[in-house]
């Protein structure tokens, strides 16, 4: 299945390739904990730029990677960017950030929460939520998807990847190690060893990769009209870095004071996020 982002793809590929990477060519507000930061654009591609770890971007590198999310609705295989939806509220503070947008006939929050590590472990783990809800009068069929491309320790082209039904790992050289587990298991995954050409095969799984690696993890729900059981459905995705080293360019963490300026109001799930970390102490 080839996967076309509505006037976003911003590589020509062929129609029996899958998948679209976008260059994180946007900066937007960051939110901190411990020893990493992430920085997160609420109105564009991708969504997710930098994920600094020990100084360390693990999106950086020439070119810059990143993540963005994509929704189609009710199989068009015409898949919307964030930047086509409209922001309702948005809040950035205490390692947690949640952005609200608003589509037709839908309504989709974010949330990531970063816990990072102590400085120099290397480790720093992101739980990210995507919640869709529909708002219309009819069904919806929903395929989300989650379009990564790391270039672990800021060294592009030289990492292993390995993919399966519900987890991406990608190692590099260095030892660096950075995983993601999607709940629930993908109807699909597209992954290959040329990131940034934007050119992903849909695979059988399990498989590896070696170089440029990137993917994308495909996940459907079908929603029932509002005010009926089952109008929501959510996606999780689980996100760990371990073993991160300043081999490669390091990168200064973002000034929590600049932060703190796009702090806005509307998460209230800060003390879930406190128990959630000292459960992980």
Request: proline fraction near 4%; avoid cysteine.
């Amino acid at each position: 299945m080839f996967r076309n982002v509505k006037n976003k793809v911003l590589f020509l590929v062929p129609a029996a390739l899958a998948g679209v990477i976008f260059a994180a060519n946007a900066r937007g507000a960051s939110i901190t904990n411990g020893n990493s930061s992430l920085t997160i654009n609420t109105n564009g591609v991708p969504f997710i730029s930098q994920w600094i770890v020990d100084g360390v971007d693990q999106y950086g590198g020439s070119p810059a990677g990143g993540e963005s999310l994509l929704l189609d609705i009710n199989g068009s295989s015409s898949f919307t960017t964030l930047d086509e939806l409209t922001v309702t509220g948005s809040s950035f503070s205490d390692g947690v950030a949640s952005v609200s947008y608003q589509g037709t006939g839908f309504t989709m929050t974010v949330t990531d929460i970063l816990t990072g590590g102590n400085a120099g472990s290397g480790s720093s783990a992101v739980n990210e939520q995507v919640a869709v809800n529909n708002t219309s009068d009819s069904s919806i069929s929903l395929d989300f998807t989650d379009n990564v491309n790391l270039n672990v320790d800021a060294t592009p082209d030289d990492d292993t990847l390995t993919v399966t039904s519900n987890t991406a790992t990608q190692t590099d050289p260095l030892g660096t190690t950075v995983q993601f587990v999607y709940t629930p298991s993908a109807t699909s995954v597209a992954a290959g060893n040329h990131g940034n050409s934007g050119s992903l095969l849909d695979t059988s799984l399990p498989a590896v990769f070696t170089g440029d690696d990137a993917f994308d993890y495909n996940l459907s729900a079908e929603l029932a009209p509002d005010g009926s059981p089952g109008d929501s459905a959510i996606f999780s995705l689980g996100e760990t870095v371990t073993g991160a080293t300043s081999g490669a360019s390091v990168v200064p963490l973002p000034n929590s004071a600049g932060a703190a300026l796009a702090t806005l109001a509307g998460l209230g799930a800060i003390g879930i996020v406190r128990r959630a970390r000292r459960a992980m102490v």
